[in-house]
């Protein structure tokens, strides 16, 4: 009996101090305000696809699929990276290789720096240019040989800088 009653206590009073606060309206979430352009505001990350002629101790075109991250700030500046796939299109002995580059620069042209290995386990050094469709550069291996590379791709062009946000519009009187 001596459970019943401090049951019927407790659930009283509940329902009395739930009362006390029916009718008041809950406070609304804080509200983050939108970014107005500061670092990485357009962040980009596409595949792409891409023929490249490359040039050096052979001569051949290339297929290459890969993907690229970019990230512009409000002054244009472009910061990111790309891994792409090379694939020897006319001679189809030739192993094809992958490269991981850095890319650094404005919207319209960035410099890319980093490193590749063939399938075969040959490393090498990759140092060029991206721009909008367009790609170009040279490769250095350990081994001492040289190539080169000029091509288009699919990947148009990094985001753009930042839009400004859009000021508050008046009202309309009719």
Known sequence: MK?????????????????????TVNPEPPIT?????SVGDNEDTSLFVGLN???GTRSTV????????????????????????HFDLRDLQTPPDARLTGILGDEDIAAEAGLGIGFDG??????GGIGNYYNF????????????YV????????DDKPSAPEPPRRPVID
């Open 122 to 127: 040959s490393p090498f050094a990759v140092l």
């Open 33 to 37: 305000p939108p970014s107005t352009g």
């Open 151 to 158: 091509g288009t791709h699919s990947y148009g062009k990094f």
């Open 137 to 148: 550069g040279g490769t250095l291996g350990f081994d001492g040989t040289l190539g080169g």
């Open 3 to 23: 459970s019943i009653t401090i049951s019927a206590a407790f659930f009283s009073g509940a329902l009395i101090a739930g009362g006390a606060f029916a009718g």
């Open 53 to 55: 002629w490359a040039f």
């Open 62 to 85: 290339e297929g290459v699929v890969g993907v690229v991250h970019s990230q512009v700030d409000a002054g244009g500046d472009v910061e990111g990276g790309r891994f792409s796939v």
